[in-house]
């Protein structure tokens, strides 16, 4: 069996409108590919207990989450006819209203990137331990809980 290296997604800071651009349009030249679907997770500026949040600082046990990723990638292929799929998230500072999570999925059908793309999302959000420190607009902090 062949074993496949395992890369890193984590990104430094937010992940830009420009590098998600870019990624999409690489994939002009696969002509075999008849859809994509991405999912963009942002920060937002949830009001708890009167104080506003004004960015997520992102840590993780970033080669246990690296491996997570990659089973959650290796899964998705082995279920889902996908062409090529693509995860990255952020590490440290991201500023409400700024992308800290980019997946994007592609496949010659449209169907399958619609389902390939929850199931990918709910794996991230079920197994993967990365995790966010909400910081509120007075410099206080609380751990954030995924829902």
């Given at each position: 069996m062949e074993h496949?290296?395992?890369k890193s997604v984590f990104k430094q800071g937010a992940i830009s409108s420009e590098f998600i651009g870019e990624s999409i349009a690489k994939h002009q030249s696969k002509t075999s590919i008849g859809a994509?679907?991405?999912f963009l997770g942002q920060v937002r500026a949830d009001v708890i207990n009167?104080?506003?949040i004004s960015?997520?600082?992102y840590t993780a046990y970033?080669?246990?989450?690296?491996i997570k990723f990659h089973d959650i990638r290796e899964a998705a292929f082995e279920k889902f006819d996908l062409t090529c799929m693509h995860i990255y998230h952020s590490l440290g500072i991201v500023k409400a209203g700024e992308i800290?999570?980019?997946v994007f999925v592609?496949?010659?059908?449209r169907k399958v990137v619609f389902k390939a793309l929850e199931f990918i999302?709910?794996?991230i959000k079920a197994d993967v331990p990365v995790f966010g420190k909400e910081i509120f607009e007075d410099d206080t902090h609380q751990w954030k809980t995924n829902t």
């Open positions: 496949k290296k395992i994509h679907n991405i009167n104080k506003t960015a997520i600082e970033e080669d246990m989450a690296n800290c999570l980019f592609s496949a010659p059908r999302v709910e794996a």
